[in-house]
């Protein structure tokens, strides 16, 4: 049995975009999970209904595959499923089509769910797997993992403080915004010219408003690797490699 | 004779709300914008038109009026027309409409053509404006002003950096960001139980990529007088008028 897919359209709009006019790694996150909230609603999965069973989503890893950034103006299709789940992981996928239902982007995310109570991660309710028609399985795919960053080398180092309207309604910081300080560290001039192509990153630690954070950069070549550092602690670990724009 | 009027709908999204899932005030001007850039575009002023007569649109001013901002998932209906212009000004105004057609936001706007070649406000080319049917007149409707920072009060200060996905597809800096440095100086606790019901602000001096502004702000019970200074210079002036939520 497969999980049922579900897709939307979306207009790319200049808020979305960067000063090149392409929607930001950011705001493609938004998209990611604005279209796996609405099948979530459409099932009758919304945010209510997994608090009132004592839990919440949390993501704890994506890893991007981008072949073309859409532009401002353009109208993408959001298509996403609930693939697979084991007892404390859900893996989900995503894609991002051009109009002509060619691949933009592909992602895959790992999801956990959090326990109120004990502020820990919970055995996935069976419940709010079943509408998805979500395979469960013993193995489920692994992500690669973000490089360590390499401290023998040249760290740039940026500070950001986290703000009010980066908080999300659900009380947390919405993950796209870690995007703003991962990328916010490269040169401007480097961001206008390169194009991101693949993006792993793990969520390893929860910052919450009012935190400085340390958003930490290593430059070898066409690979990136990040660090969002809360004190002494990782936030956040990400590898990007680029292509030349 | 009266401006053309231009209309679309749009859904408000999760991220374009606050963590009381009701849509920012920096989304608010972005989607102002939007509106007028799709009927800009529809009339074939685009960006690439307006720069080809060797000028740019700049916003210096807005006065909003609030009734109720939209919730997340609320299908909103934005209208704008280019209403009147004279030889350097034109007076621009929007309104955001639930889906019974009741107003939630009334917005005008006064623009300048800013010229290119002498960085200097420019006299608006009548062609850029015809296609609107917009109203040439000699008398065009003065704005409200911001107040001026009252000094003698507690002035609450806050540092911000310009970062690289502030700017726009124009280079400049996306002015619906102010609104997240002159809000964000403001308690969390505030922001959370007060709703801005009027807003002025002016755009006095244009902030560039890695500039560190300071955001000012001083509160005088329901009213907050806003500053944002870049060193010395005066970048943005605001006055906003709340209620208790």
Chains 1, 2 share one sequence.
Do not use: C
Not at 224 to 232: R, V, Y
């Amino acid at each position: 049995m497969s999980a049922k897919e579900y897709n939307e359209d979306h207009r790319i709009v200049y808020y979305e975009s960067d000063d090149t006019g392409h929607l930001t790694i950011a705001m493609l996150i938004n998209l990611l999970v604005l279209v796996s909230d609405d099948q979530s609603n459409q099932l009758g999965m919304d945010t209510a209904f997994v608090n009132s069973l004592g839990v919440g989503w949390v993501v704890t890893q994506y890893h991007l595959q981008v072949t073309r950034r859409p532009k401002t103006g353009e109208v993408v299709t959001l298509k996403t499923k609930a693939t697979a789940y084991n007892r404390y992981f859900a893996y989900r996928e995503y894609w991002l089509l051009d109009a002509q239902g060619d691949t933009l982007a592909y992602a895959e995310g790992i999801w956990v769910t959090m326990s109120y109570a004990t502020r820990k991660i919970a055995t996935i309710p069976e419940e709010l797997m079943t509408p998805y028609e979500s395979e469960k399985t013993g193995k489920l795919p692994r992500l690669p993992r973000p490089e360590r960053l390499d401290t023998t080398a040249t760290v740039r180092t940026q500070p950001y403080t986290v703000r009010y309207f980066d908080i999300d309604n659900n009380g947390h910081v919405n993950n796209a915004h870690y995007f703003d300080w991962l990328l916010d560290t490269l040169p401007a001039d480097f961001l206008r010219h390169h194009e991101p192509t693949d993006i792993r990153i793990r969520f390893e630690n929860e910052v919450q408003y009012g935190h400085q954070v340390v958003s930490e950069v290593v430059q070898h070549d066409l690979t990136t690797q990040h660090q969002i550092k809360l004190g002494a602690t990782i936030a956040a670990l990400a590898t990007v490699t680029w292509r030349k724009a």
